[in-house]
C-alpha cells in the first residue's frame, strides 16, 4: 500500500496512539521502516535503537513515565540540547519514534563533513 510520506513522519512532540485502524497503520508503518533502516528483528530492535540513539546521535532517553500511555522525553547532547517528546500506547512505539524524529532531522555523530 502506498503511503504519503507524511503519514509516517513524527514530530518533536507527537502522539502514536492505537485506537483506530488508522493510527494502528501509522505505528505499524513508522516500527516497520526504523526496523528496516536499523537493519533490525523485533528482537533487537529496543536494544538497536537505544544504541543508535547513543552513538550515532548523541541522544539520551531521559525520562519515562506511564498513566494511561507513556510520556518519553530524549534529549540530544548538543549545544540547544534539542529536545523530543514522545506520548505512546504501546512504549515499543515511543522508542521507535524518538529514533525516527532524530534519524530524520538529524546527521549522525558519525558522518564526516
Known amino acids: 500500500m502506498n503511503r504519503p510520506a507524511a503519514t509516517t513522519s513524527v514530530k518533536a512532540d507527537d502522539f502514536l ?9 501509522r505505528c ?10 536499523l537493519g533490525s528483528t523485533d528482537e533487537r530492535l529496543i536494544s538497536h535503537i537505544v544504541s543508535s540513539l547513543d552513538c550515532d546521535y548523541d541522544v539520551s532517553i531521559v525520562e519515562i513515565n506511564s498513566d494511561m500511555w ?4 530524549a534529549v540530544r547532547a548538543d ?15 515511543g522508542f521507535v519514534a524518538i529514533w525516527k524524529y532524530y534519524a ?10
Do not use: L
Open 17 to 25: 496512539c492505537r485506537c483506530t485502524p488508522s493510527e494502528t497503520e
Open 28 to 37: 505499524d508503518a513508522i516500527r516497520q521502516e526504523v526496523k528496516h533502516r
Open 70 to 73: 507513556f510520556g518519553m522525553k
Open 79 to 93: 549545544e540547544a540540547k534539542t529536545q523530543c517528546y514522545i506520548q505512546c500506547d504501546r512504549i515499543e512505539d
Open 104 to 113: 530524520d532531522n538529524f546527521k549522525s555523530i558519525n558522518d564526516e563533513d
